[in-house]
C-alpha cells in the first residue's frame, strides 16, 4: 500500500482559500485513482473530489465550481485547492488512493472555518 501524508489544513475566515497537499510515498501515476474525503463532527466520512489515473474528476455537489483537485506527477502529490470557503466545510480532510494493492488513507488534516 502507499502512505499518505496530508497537509495545508487550518483555520480561516469564510471566504477565504486553502490548498491541501497530499504527498505519496509512491509515484502516483500508476494509482488508479486519488480522492479527497472530510469527516465533519458527528457526520459520516462523504467524498470532496477524486482524479483518476485518466485524468477524469468527480465533485461532491456541495464544493463544484469552488474546490479542484490536481496532481503534479513529479512530486507524487496531489492537492486539493479550495476556494470561497465556507463554515460547513469544517471538517477534518482526507486524502485516499485507490491502488492494486487496496485503499490507502492519510492521517487527515483539519480544516476550520469561522463566519
Known amino acids: 500500500q502507499v502512505q499518505l501524508v496530508e497537509s495545508g489544513g487550518g483555520l480561516v475566515q469564510a471566504g477565504g482559500s486553502l490548498r491541501l497537499s497530499c504527498a505519496a510515498s509512491k509515484t502516483i501515476y500508476s494509482i488508479a485513482a486519488m480522492g479527497w474525503y472530510r469527516q465533519a463532527p458527528g457526520k459520516q466520512r462523504e467524498l470532496v473530489a477524486r482524479l483518476t489515473r485518466g485524468g477524469s474528476t468527480t465533485y461532491a455537489d456541495s464544493v463544484k465550481a469552488r474546490f479542484t483537485i490536481s496532481r503534479d506527477n513529479a512530486k507524487n502529490t496531489v492537492y486539493l485547492q479550495m476556494n470561497s470557503l465556507k463554515p460547513e466545510d469544517t471538517a477534518v480532510y482526507y486524502c485516499?488512493?485507490?491502488?492494486?494493492?487496496?485503499?490507502?488513507w492519510g492521517q487527515g488534516t483539519r480544516v476550520t472555518v469561522s463566519s
Open positions: 485516499n488512493a485507490d491502488s492494486s494493492a487496496g485503499s490507502s
